[in-house]
């Protein structure tokens, strides 16, 4: 992560101001280069197949990378939701103690100051657990939802639940931690919403799965023929319980153009150039040296030479 430095300054109410990002990249947070260009195929892709406006939703947002990114393609009169605990206390013990050992920096004050350094202003903040959303997003209103929110196995069950809920006909679904090692209860509440409660597979990457709850087949299809011209992704197909998955992998992704910051670092101030050291005046008689030497016998010039001292010595 680059270094950012600021001078300190205060809020209004006293307390540190937090520096703002003068780069994308400088934004804390997981969000590889293949899944941003994923999000983008399948954002970029509801807009050019002509899919009805719709919203955007993320559950757990750490410190704004993936929301910053997601931002950019919020359309005219489309909502952009954002729902986390950030410092608030957390519901239960076992959050809790997720909260304490996995984000021990989050605020919702450092989400905000990243977040308004590359949009003009906020997206819709819900500072609660993730199980409010049902009651606050508008029904089947969402065209793509981010869940990457508690790892727990009973609070992912639940912000799948409120996926379905909130989902527009044809939304996209990306699941984060679908299979690592450290949050077991995202795979197995995700796996179980697919062998149970209707969620229809699309494609994997290494750390997200992107779903829907409707027909995947038209994703499938525009994503297969998008990947043959991407020698910077591998891809494979498999079934599984029953439907197609297409995998995806990484074969050094080329990210799509980040996010602009609205101010970003000022270019360094061109160093002084130091004129150039005068050549240094010839030595008096080095021009008829150098001439003798390369015209004269050594012989000669020796005797030369020798006169010539021999002269400067009696004066």
């Known amino acids: 992560m680059s270094h950012v430095s600021h001078a300190p300054v205060t809020t209004p109410d006293g307390e540190p101001a937090i520096p703002a990002p003068t780069a994308y990249e400088q934004v804390e947070g997981w969000f590889s280069d293949y899944d941003q260009a994923i999000f983008d195929w399948f954002l970029t892709h509801q807009e050019e197949s002509g899919a009805e406006p719709g919203d955007l939703l993320e559950l757990g947002a750490f ?10 393609y919020l359309r005219e009169g489309e909502e952009f939701t954002v729902c986390d605990l950030f410092d608030s206390p957390a519901p239960d013990e076992s959050n809790l103690a997720e909260t304490k050992d996995s984000y021990p920096t ?3 004050r450092g989400f905000e100051v990243n977040y308004l350094a590359f949009h003009e202003r906020l997206p819709t903040v819900i500072q609660a657990p993730t199980f409010v959303v049902a009651d606050r997003v508008r029904p089947a209103s969402c065209r793509f939802v981010h869940i990457d929110a508690s790892h727990l196995y009973e609070h992912v069950v639940q912000d799948i ?12 679904i990306a699941f ?3 299979r690592s090692e450290h949050c077991p209860g995202v795979a197995a509440a995700v796996w179980a919403a697919v062998a149970n409660e209707g969620l229809r597979l699309i494609c994997v990457s290494g ?5 829907t709850w409707d027909d995947p087949e038209p994703y499938r299809k525009g994503l297969l023929d998008w990947l043959q011209g991407r020698p910077d992704l591998w891809h494979g197909i498999d079934d599984v319980a029953g439907q197609q998955l297409v995998r995806i992998g990484d074969h050094g992704a080329v990210a799509p153009e980040p996010p602009k910051p609205l101010r970003p670092a000022p270019e360094p101030e061109p160093q002084p150039v130091a004129p150039p050291k005068p050549a240094p005046k010839p030595r008096p ?8 030497k390369d015209l004269l016998p050594p012989v000669v010039t020796r005797a030369i030479v020798t006169a010539r001292r021999r ?5």
């Open 176 to 178: 984060d931690d679908y």
């Open 311 to 315: 002269r400067r010595e009696r004066r």
């Open 63 to 72: 410190m704004g990378k993936s929301a910053i990114f997601l931002g950019k």
């Open 106 to 108: 989050l605020t919702r």
């Open 207 to 211: 750390a997200k799965l992107y779903a």
């Open 161 to 172: 639940a409120s996926s379905k809920a909130v989902a527009a006909p044809g939304a996209v």
């Open 285 to 292: 008689g080095a021009a008829w040296r150098k001439l003798a």
